[in-house]
């Protein structure tokens, strides 16, 4: 599967597709006011100063999108008393990751099987809150715009490269760079 806007990106540079199918989604900035105001706060705190507050912006910048394309079915933890496991066990065989015994008690973390959860999301009794196409949308853009870097022969020979950093041989132009621009590199060192 393929974002649009990335297979558009590619043909700029002579790739060619046959689409053999898709899903449409609804364009929207249904995040702009949340980013621009987080990082407006990260700038205030200085950012070499190892100032919490930076780190807890950008930890919260970044994350936001990830929360959309993680996988909600997390392990449970439960406290079971010792007379009522062998039930326990009996109805959750195939989720039980482990046990911890506590005397008359054990701690127990297991997942529920895919089946229960799709029962669950039928009732409505389960909210999920993930949306692929955001996430998958977020980290296509981020290869959009780093794809310039790959490319270009301009610049310095590129070694690596992810959805927000990049390491070279030599020095950028500083017409990428701003430690205040949302949208500009950061240089984190040379």
Excluded at 112 to 128: A, F, Q, R, V
Aim: aromatic share 16%; with cysteine; charged share 25%.
């Amino acid at each position: 599967m393929y974002f649009s806007e990335e297979l558009y990106n590619a043909q700029k540079y002579g790739y060619q597709f046959e689409i053999l199918w898709g899903y449409t989604f609804k364009r929207g900035s249904i995040f702009k006011d949340y980013v621009n105001d987080l990082y407006n706060l990260r700038l205030k705190f200085p950012r070499f100063a190892n100032n919490p507050m930076n780190l807890i912006c950008k930890l919260l910048f970044n994350s936001l999108y990830g929360r959309f394309g993680m996988d909600d079915s997390f392990i449970k933890t439960k406290i079971i008393l010792k007379e009522d496991y062998p039930e326990f066990e009996n109805n959750n065989k195939e989720g039980i990751k482990d046990i911890i015994n506590l005397k008359d008690k054990y701690l127990v973390q297991y997942k529920k099987p895919e089946s229960e959860l799709e029962t669950l999301l039928d009732n409505g009794s389960e909210i999920h809150n993930m949306n692929i196409a955001i996430a998958g949308a977020v980290t296509a853009y981020a290869r959009i715009h780093m794809s310039q870097f790959r490319i270009n022969n301009t610049l310095p020979r590129l070694f690596y490269t992810d959805t927000d950093s990049l390491y070279f041989e030599g020095l950028l132009s500083y017409n990428f760079i701003s430690p205040t621009i949302l949208g500009k590199l950061k240089l984190e060192g040379t």
